[in-house]
């Protein structure tokens, strides 16, 4: 079994609140772990940032009376990929429909541009939750006296 990296992980109310903490989560790891791109990092916290903000904004339960929900996050990085894991116990998402809309939006991209960013984006219900499992294959990053294919 591949053991990651580093793992950073948040339990938090799924409030615009959160958002922040996810940020700081993630520069985090970048700080704990080194030689992961920049490409890397820029998609994999862009995904991140928009799957958060979509359980946020789009997951209020109505059943709660005060609308309030929980998100747990894992944050992981392998030598491979970056993993992210969500879970939270909002409304059931719906995100077969999502897709690039053209003539630059201003709303509804997110989970669209996930999808782009990540090598892999899956949801799933289950048992009154949902689960989010984003990963995204790792760039190479050569040493800059070497070019992939190993000449100077």
Known sequence: MIR????????????????????????????????????????????????????????????TAD?????????????????????????TAHVDAAAMPGDLPENGTGLAMAKAAMDVLRYERCDDANYWTLSRTRTRIWPPFLTPSGGT
């Open 4 to 63: 990651p990296l580093c793992v950073v992980e948040l339990h938090a109310c799924a409030d615009p609140d959160c958002l922040g903490t996810i940020r700081g989560r993630v520069a985090r790891l970048w700080a704990d772990v080194g030689g992961v791109s920049a490409i890397d990092q820029m998609m994999f916290e862009m995904a991140v940032i928009d799957i958060a903000s979509n359980i946020v904004r789009h997951g209020r339960p109505e059943s």
């Open 67 to 91: 609308g309030s929900m929980t998100c747990n996050l894992i944050l992981e990085v392998y030598s491979d990929r970056l993993d992210a894991r969500f879970r939270d116990d909002g409304r």
